[in-house]
């Protein structure tokens, strides 16, 4: 069994940070520390875009619209990755859901919503 369970989301206000974490359980994360882990986002009406990935060896890729204002890590002591969001703009607003990379269909977790303000 699997299983994603994605925490920290909110609402914040234009310029405001979060940071989310996501913690994985299950027997397919029992080598969490060599699996690829990605954030994903699916805003209002849009399909779930990748966010940013972070390799076992703490190389990371960020899509262009987050690049410079989000951070991701990993803590693979506690099989956890975070997303540090700061700067955050109207148009973060989504359901962020973390997952590996390329993520696996039966691994979505319910996700934690996120709504900037302006």
């Known amino acids: 069994q699997v299983q994603l369970v994605e925490s920290g989301g909110g609402l914040v206000q234009a310029g405001g940070s979060l940071r989310l974490s996501c913690a994985a359980s299950?027997?397919?994360?029992?080598?969490?520390?060599?699996?690829?882990m990605g954030w994903y986002r699916q805003a209002p009406g849009k399909l779930r875009a990748l966010v940013a990935f972070?390799?076992?060896?703490?190389?990371?890729y960020y899509s262009d619209p987050v690049k410079g204002r989000f951070t991701i890590s990993r803590d693979n002591a506690k099989n956890t990755v975070y997303l540090q969001m700061n700067n955050l703009k109207p148009e973060d607003t989504a359901v962020y859901y973390c997952?590996?990379?390329?993520?696996?269909?039966?691994?979505w977790g319910q996700g934690t919503q996120v709504t900037v303000s302006s």
């Open positions: 299950g027997s397919s994360f029992s080598r969490f520390s060599i699996t690829v």
């Open positions: 972070i390799s076992s060896g703490g190389s990371t």
């Open positions: 997952n590996t990379y390329p993520f696996r269909a039966n691994y």
